[in-house]
């Protein structure tokens, strides 16, 4: 798995797990329950990863919904 998207912005991981599943592509929001830890104060961002294979694909999904500026290039 390879991270997408790292942001602590709800409704831009909404929008994004919106397009990526619009064009079924597999992916998983991780570092959702650090809200306990942190005291739901949103300090923590949360992390959407995708399959490797899918990750140029996932990349283009955004890209063309207006995202560009979200994505991780760096290690992702």
């Given at each position: 798995?390879?991270?997408?998207?790292?942001?602590?912005?709800?409704?831009l991981?909404?929008?994004?797990e919106?397009?990526?599943k619009?064009?079924?592509?597999?992916?998983?929001?991780?570092?959702?329950?650090?809200?306990?830890l942190?005291?739901s104060?949103?300090?923590?961002?949360?992390?959407?990863?995708?399959?490797e294979?899918?990750?140029?694909?996932?990349?283009?999904?955004?890209?063309?919904?207006?995202?560009?500026?979200e994505i991780?290039?760096?290690?992702?």
């Open positions: 798995m390879r991270e997408l998207v790292r942001t602590n912005d709800a409704v991981i909404s929008a994004v919106a397009l990526l619009g064009a079924r592509i597999r992916h998983i929001v991780v570092d959702q329950n650090m809200s306990v942190e005291g104060i949103g300090i923590f961002p949360k992390r959407i990863l995708v399959d294979d899918d990750l140029d694909a996932a990349r283009a999904v955004l890209e063309d919904g207006g995202f560009a500026n991780r290039r760096d290690g992702g």
